[in-house]
């Protein structure tokens, strides 16, 4: 293994995964629903492969039905217009999105600034285009309540501002935010957006958990924003908004020049992504808004049972504005270690969990933070509730 990768070692989530099936633990580790999406969508997949479209070779940009539900899609939500043709580039999952657009963007020696905690692929991929990291730290927050209901992850403008040098190409954005479930504020965006205009930076925004917003909150586009659409990459992914995690169907958004940069990279990586699934996603993305709200209410009802059913087993839990996860605080428990607590966890409650330590460079600043997954059914989640409240 070259020095680029050696850091990295296998993903927690293959180590976590592993480690639910061998002590038969509930995996609240790895994101994944353990129901699958729509039925309908299935079927679509099957008539696709039985009709034979996209039995063979794909177009590399991905199929024209998809493309076009893309860029309907991000028109009808955001008001973003964004051509098909030339506009839009399907790829396996956001994980080839983030590592096609790092790989076509940024040069030996590039800095690239990311939010920390952040999702594991980041720094391999920044690290794998020859890339230097640079976290800037979200800060766990009581909120101006000072208790539980708003406490979050907050953004500080003055660490992002001063972590931008002359070698900065740019910034790694990703809200709805994996894994403290922080949706970042139109305000906190607009600061963003005005120091990569003032900065002459490039916007890379993962936004996978786009219709996994709670309470009302607003997933806002940093590309919707003034000046933003011309320096912005908006990855995508069918996997988190409608369960299907395995079928690996993502895509990106960006101008005509980013886009070609992009294809670029992702023509030599798996050249087309597989056929099949993407008619089918075409079809989803052109799903009744009463699927998008549905999938909403239902994981924000699992939010709720979960986040309380964790803070009366005593953790401190930061509870989520978006995603599929809760980023807990393990040191009301008399633990400090998020690593050892995860890896013993399954033995001492039969439940898998993730330490957030994994998705951070200063691992002292998350160490006390683990988190849970609530894509699960409601008798899986108040099972797990039931046995981590043996922990108190
Ligand atoms: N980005 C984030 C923030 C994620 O949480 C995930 C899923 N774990 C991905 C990207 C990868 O998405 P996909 O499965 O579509 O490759
Ligand atoms: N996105 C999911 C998570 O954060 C799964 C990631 C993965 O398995 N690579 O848990």
Known sequence: LNRRLAEFGTTIFAEMSALAARTGAINLGQGFPDTDGPEEIREAAVRALRDGRGNQYP????????????????????????????????????????AAALLALIEPGDEVVALEPYYDSYAACVAMAGGTRVPVTLRPHEGVRGGAADRRYVLDLDELRAAVTDRTRLILLNTPHNPTGTVLTRAELTAVAELAIERDLLVVTDEVYEHLVFDGAEHVPIASLPGMRERTVTIGSAGKTFSFTGWKVGWITASPELTSAVRSAKQFLTYVS?????????????????????????????????????????????????????????????????????????????????????????????????????CKKTEVLEEAVSRLKRLA
């Open 274 to 374: 597989s056929g099949p699934f993407q008619y089918a996603i075409a079809e989803a993305l052109r799903l009744p808004a009463t699927y998008f709200d549905a999938l909403r209410a239902d994981l924000q009802a699992k939010r709720d049972l979960l986040s309380e059913g964790l803070a009366q087993a005593g953790f401190e839990v930061y509870r989520p504005a978006g995603t599929y996860f809760v980023t807990t605080d393990i040191r009301p428990l008399g633990d400090e270690d998020g690593f050892a607590f995860c890896r013993s966890l399954p033995e001492r409650a039969g439940v898998v969990a993730i330490p957030n330590a994994v998705f951070y460079d200063h691992r002292e600043a998350g160490a006390p933070f683990v988190r849970f997954a609530f």
């Open 59 to 98: 177009p590399g940009p991905g199929v024209p039905e998809l493309r076009s539900a893309v860029a309907d899609h991000q028109r009808e939500r955001y008001g973003l217009a964004y051509d098909p043709d030339t506009e839009v580039l399907v790829t396996a999952g956001a994980t080839e999105a983030i």
